[in-house]
């Protein structure tokens, strides 16, 4: 293997379905996709892709009919010159924290794309990601792989795994094409970990006494008609033991309920669904499995995807493990075999703190309820439940809110501190703030301020609704310029 | 409202439509050209890209002004043998497959001071003469343009450009929303596209809109004499 000289072989299972929950990515998917050299047109019309501008969350506080709020995709403005948190605290009015930084969450409520039919392909004018069919997304990437970047793609079942002396993986046997020999094996092969877990005997770390939901209920639901209001935000919303989601592609909506079986039974889950999408479908069940693989890469095997590790689905965050993963694995590539070892060190060390990073985000959706309807939501907030850092960072959150600067030490953090920032205040978690506090950054935050009420009148003029201009892609494209 | 209908000598033989360029309909600072017209285009106007608002496709344009419904140069097309480009000279007139139509509540049709459109032996007048022409290039001109433009995207030849020019009162003006050619990719394109791109015609076209870009700072110049007067211009006064 040499730097920038190998080749690809995937080799893929012709009868395991793919997962197909995961319906919506992170802004990161667009990088990913353009470094790809896909176009985003082509994504549009044969993913049946749409945009999203974050995610709402409703009834996660109280329950209450109006409980709901916006975790955007824009960071808040000005964000980087002055921690805006503080001057919203000491606001005069009631607006939400979202409202006060950002325009999005305005976008959003009046169903308006995050663009033009005149942005070029990738350009966002309000920052975005997708919502797309996975079980058209997979094949459209296999297609690009192989027809433009070279990727061999053999479609064979895994029969064995044959193992050097050192331990390394030498190659492995399918049913269907022969041995398949390769320097470096990245273990796709999803929950069963047919490399990483079978072959080289590394451990699963569950985290389901920090996450309980361990089952997904899938459904697929048409339009009244083909033009009914797309929202562009993913609708999360909580449950007596669980959160419901809902996104809405072009052609149907993907809405399923993702639960705790500890805390509801299977009928019950079903119950719950249909009396949310209000009729009766089809529901596919999907185990949910919470938790990661204890190293990611040992010897010459790298995990990524679900074998690595899978969450609920909430924020998007399994999906953006693997585009970090692949993205750090392309630029580590390791020269040869004598540094791979130091690589998957810090490969190792990289993505574990990511996995710990993601799970804490995730049990911040939770821990700052204030329902006590059901043992679902009181179980939750328990503090045995609640990894130890995430409960410091919740103690000092509570007199020095999270900003830019503090907290994050790491150069690729998965959830920046604005995604901190608008759960915690979106859920309304209460952090002291004194007049000292703003004085100093007050012509800062009111310029931000200024800013935001001009972005927010500019862009409810301007955009197209979301339906409007994924039908005007589907039709012109957009320009790669 | 209009109303649009086929041309026909019986119905229409005696309708006479004025051609003059007014302020009224030729007030717009970027209008639509084809490639044919390049080469007349380019002594007078910046020819750029630009994409429709409604579909966001690539179309070549003209600039005429900096402001909105600004043309610079409505006087000398009123009083001077400049050259107007044909999506404003066509007036009141529609393609219809092959034929003409004719919009007739349009205010330049039926003016006594217009132009007849047929003699008296019923043949089309040198002035629909022109109109005919003008449609049969404008048919074949915008299919034409269209496949240029695909050709400078695939390219990759295609490049945003910000049009910022500073007027002597003080003001600025910012156009956004155009598109030149990249002469970086240009320079670098492999022998044999560059080839290719001569032997299809294209590389005279592209030369044309990187040298119309010099008319940017003589429009300024014009603008900028007429913001001094004060006089800001027919145009915008009436548009």
Known sequence: MKAGGFSITLVESPDIKIIGVGEGTWPTMRQSLERMGVSETDLFKHCDAAFKQGGKFAGWTTGAADDAYYHPLMLPNGFAQVNLVPHWLRRTNNQSFCDFVTPQGRICDDGLAPKLITSPEYKPVANYAYHLDAGKFAPFLAQHCTQKLGVRHVLADITEVNLAESGDIRSVLTKQAGEIPGELFIDCSGFSALLIGKALGVGFKGCGDILFCDTALASQVPYETPNDPMPSQTIATAQDAGWIWDICLPTRRGVGYVYSSRHTSEDAARQTLQKYIGSELPARKIPIRSGHREIFWKNNCVAVGLAGGFLEPLESSAIVLVELSAKLLAEQMPANRHVMDIVAKRFNEVTTYRWGRIIDFLKLHYVLTRRTDSPFWRDNVDPVTVPDRLKELLELWKFHPPWFFDEFDRLEEVFPAASYQYVLYGMGFESESSPEDIIDTGLQASRARQETERQTAELLSRLPTNRDLLNKIREFGLQPV | ?239
Request: glycine content about 6%.
């Open chain 2, 1 to 239: 409202m209009t109303q649009i209908v086929p041309l026909n000598k019986e119905t229409y033989r005696d309708l006479k439509v004025d051609s003059r360029a007014s302020a009224a309909f030729d007030s717009r600072r970027f209008v639509q050209v084809i490639v044919k017209e390049f080469p007349l285009l380019l002594v007078h106007y910046p020819i750029l890209f630009s994409k429709d608002p409604q579909t966001g496709q690539f179309f070549c344009g003209a600039m005429l002004g900096f402001d909105e419904d600004e043309n610079l140069f409505l006087e000398d097309w009123q009083k001077r043998d400049f050259y107007r480009p044909l999506y404003l000279q066509r007036g009141p007139f529609y393609g219809n497959g092959p034929e003409l139509a004719i919009d007739l509540d349009d205010p330049r049709v039926g003016a006594d001071s217009g132009k007849p459109l047929f003699t008296d032996q019923g043949t089309p007048t040198r002035y629909l003469q022109s109109i005919i022409w003008a449609f049969q290039d404008l048919t074949s001109g915008t299919q034409m343009t269209k496949i240029f433009i695909a050709r400078m995207l695939e390219l990759k030849l295609i490049e945003p450009v910000d049009v910022e020019v500073e007027f002597d009162d003080g003001s600025m003006r910012r156009c956004v929303g155009l598109y030149t050619i990249d002469q970086d990719v240009l320079s670098r394109l492999p022998d044999s596209v560059v080839v290719e791109l001569f032997r299809r015609g294209y590389m005279r076209l592209i030369h044309y809109m990187i040298a119309s870009l010099k008319q940017v700072p003589i429009m300024a110049r014009k603008k900028n004499s007429r913001l001094l007067k004060g006089t800001e211009g027919l145009a915008s006064a009436v548009g």
